[in-house]
């Protein structure tokens, strides 16, 4: 087993047993509605999903990944502000979270504030070297900023992790096409739409954007 699959299993036992105490009636009935508020956002019922965290953290105010759901479903009904309000208490609570990290980026580089974005990035990088979509997102994090090496070493290893990404084929052949690397960006290109075939649309305005320039 490669160290990067064994980083993998040990942060997924981490988050799984997220700290509840077993003790408590209240804590218990708080782990029920996180629980079905974890269901409800997969299903993408945001709405739901905030009222069942709402309660959860009303009931136990002291679990990060309580914090760290309702983050998630504010980010996802576009409530940025509120939604890093709850990741910085999901990282008060528990520094190490590198997931809160990572998405509380996702909300900075949306707000504009890209510097804070990848500083984020690179945190939950540190904390969880194997969160994949943190490389990935601090990928086009860099990209933003002009550092397209920087941007192409975080897609390579977004890759090495998930080999089957092919966004992350797909901007590394950008950032590569960009640098004038134009073998290598087009080995990129016919690998991201050999895994994705409905990213052709997508490529090609970029590139003939990118030839306009």
């Known amino acids: 087993m490669s160290a990067k699959r064994l980083l993998v ?8 047993c997220a700290p509840w105490d077993a003790q408590s ?11 079905r508020a974890q269901i409800a956002y997969d299903k993408g019922e945001i709405t739901l999903a905030l009222a069942d965290y709402n309660k959860s953290i009303s009931i136990n105010p002291k679990v990060a990944m309580a914090y760290y759901g309702r983050g998630l479903a504010l980010y996802a009904s576009g409530h ?9 208490h999901a990282i008060a609570i528990s520094a190490r979270l590198g997931e809160a990290y990572n998405v509380r980026g996702l909300c900075w580089f949306d707000a504009g504030n890209v510097a804070q ?41 977004t890759i090495d992790f998930n080999p089957r990404s092919a966004s992350a ?12 690397q134009e073998k290598e960006a087009k080995k990129d290109f016919d690998t991201s739409l050999k895994l994705d075939a409905r990213l052709k649309p997508q490529l090609a305005r970029a590139i003939q954007h990118f030839a306009a320039h």
Not at 10 to 15: E, Y
Not at 25 to 35: I, M, N, P, R, V
């Open 117 to 157: 974005a990848i500083a984020d990035y690179s945190t939950a990088l540190e904390i969880s070297p194997w969160l994949s979509w943190a490389y990935y997102n601090r990928g086009i994090a860099r990209a933003a900023t002009g550092d397209l090496k920087g941007a192409i070493a975080d897609y390579s290893e």
């Open 80 to 88: 940025c502000d509120k939604a890093i309000a709850d990741f910085n």
């Open 169 to 180: 084929y797909a901007k590394r052949g950008l950032a590569r096409l960009m640098l004038h």
């Open 9 to 16: 299993q040990l942060a997924l036992i981490c988050v799984v």
């Open 25 to 35: 009636q209240d804590s218990l009935s708080a782990k029920s509605y996180y629980k």
